[in-house]
C-alpha cells in the first residue's frame, strides 16, 4: 500500500508539526500534496519540508506542479545519514 497525504496545513510551524508527527509513516514511495506549497507572499510550506528534510534525512522528487508552484506532488525517499 502506497501512503498519500494531503497537506492543508499552510503555515511554517503547523506544516512542520504535521510532518515530523507523520515521520514515522513516511517511508520511500510516500506521496505528499501541498495545496500552498508557495505563493508570491509565502513559502512556508516549502520552508517546512525543506527543514523536516535536513531533520530527518528524507529526500524527495517533485511528481507535478502547477507551473506557480502553488499546488506540488512530491514522492518522498531517504538521503544518505551523514558521518
Do not use: W
Amino acid at each position: 500500500n502506497q501512503l498519500v497525504i494531503h497537506m492543508d496545513a499552510d503555515l511554517y510551524s503547523s506544516t512542520l508539526y504535521c510532518l515530523m508527527h507523520l515521520d514515522r509513516h513516511i517511508t520511500d514511495g510516500t506521496i505528499i500534496v501541498f495545496d500552498e506549497f508557495t505563493s508570491s507572499d509565502h513559502i512556508d510550506e516549502f520552508a517546512a519540508l525543506e527543514d523536516y528534510c535536513k531533520s530527518c534525512y528524507k529526500d524527495y522528487k517533485v511528481l507535478a506542479t502547477r507551473t506557480d508552484y502553488l499546488k506540488l506532488a512530491i514522492e518522498m525517499s531517504k538521503c544518505e545519514i551523514p558521518n
